[in-house]
């Protein structure tokens, strides 16, 4: 299924590394052209602060 994703709570992955954002990763990549690559890299892809947390009891929900 081209729409399937996976959702869970999280956090900021850069300081002030608030709460309450809620992550979903789809599961199919779509391409892409250099282009928009280079844009999320200067725009969106910083430099990650924080090292991937422990689950702590939280849900990880899947659409199907």
Same mark, same amino acid.
């Given at each position: 299924?081209?729409?399937s994703f996976? =959702?869970?709570?999280?956090?900021?992955t850069t $300081? $002030?590394?608030s709460e309450?954002?809620?992550w979903t990763? %789809?599961?199919?990549?779509i391409p892409i052209n250099e282009d928009s690559v280079n844009q999320? =890299? +200067?725009n969106l892809m910083r430099k990650v602060y924080r $090292?991937? +947390?422990p689950l702590n009891n =939280?849900?990880? %929900? =899947?659409?199907y």
């Open positions: 299924n081209e729409r996976i =959702r869970y709570m999280g956090s900021l $300081p $002030p590394c309450g954002v809620i990763i %789809f599961t199919n990549t999320l =890299r +200067q $090292p991937v +947390q =939280r849900s990880i %929900f =899947r659409s």
